[in-house]
């Protein structure tokens, strides 16, 4: 029904995703580096994601577009903890990306990095934000001496429908019973 998918989209509008960095000072205390807020595009379509393993077993979910950001005032740190909030859905993960030594060297690096944080099958949400080289608001790590090039400009951000996927019933209730496809027992 292309209504409910509208009516959902309207209300993913609503819901900004955050993005949140932080980086790890002498002491050892995790600090808040830089914050983003994106907002869902709803003038594109969300698109059906499946993702299956070995097994059978899939997990299924939507992936919206986000819109376009504005110029960042400040970088994404080279290292340190990166995690994304959306409603209720969060996810959590180590950030390390490429940092020149010199300002000299920029040059040298990629001039787009993806980045992906969460998984989609345990954290309900995945997301995928796209960083762009901007040597015009660089700034250099006071600890490490590495230069921070890298801003995010958008993305997409995927979450998770109805959860995890069941095998087929038949392949469930002989795992159940402790045997295994050869037919040997293998205890209880």
């Known amino acids: 029904d292309k209504g409910g998918e509208e009516s959902s989209a309207v209300d993913l509008a609503a819901v900004p995703v955050k993005l949140e960095t932080?980086?790890?000072?002498?002491?050892?205390?995790?600090?808040?580096?830089?914050?983003?807020?994106?907002?869902?595009n709803t003038s594109k379509p969300a698109e059906a994601v499946e993702l299956r393993d070995e097994e059978g077993n899939a997990v299924r979910g939507r992936r919206?577009?986000?819109?376009?950001?504005?110029?960042?005032?400040?970088?994404?740190?080279?290292?340190?903890?990166?995690s994304v909030a959306h409603g209720a859905n969060a996810a959590d993960a180590l950030l390390e990306l490429p940092a020149p030594s010199t300002?000299?060297?920029?040059?040298?690096?990629?001039?787009?990095v993806w980045l992906t944080i969460g998984l989609l099958a345990t954290?309900?949400?995945?997301?995928?934000?796209?960083?762009?080289?901007?040597?015009?608001?660089?700034?250099?790590?006071?600890?490490?001496?590495e230069w921070y090039i890298y801003e995010p400009v958008g993305g997409a951000i995927t979450l998770l429908d109805g959860g995890a996927q069941e095998r087929?019933?038949?392949?469930?209730?002989?795992?159940?019973?402790?045997v295994d496809g050869a037919g040997e027992h293998r205890g209880e």
């Open 103 to 112: 300002k000299s060297t920029t040059a040298d690096f990629a001039s787009v």
């Open 168 to 178: 087929p019933r038949s392949e469930r209730e002989i795992r159940a019973k402790g």
């Open 64 to 82: 919206y577009r986000l819109a376009p950001v504005a110029a960042a005032v400040r970088p994404m740190p080279a290292k340190g903890k990166v």
């Open 22 to 40: 932080k980086r790890k000072t002498k002491e050892g205390t995790w600090v808040t580096y830089s914050q983003y807020v994106f907002d869902v």
């Open 123 to 145: 954290d309900g949400i995945a997301l995928q934000v796209k960083l762009k080289k901007n040597a015009e608001i660089s700034e250099r790590d006071r600890q490490d001496g």
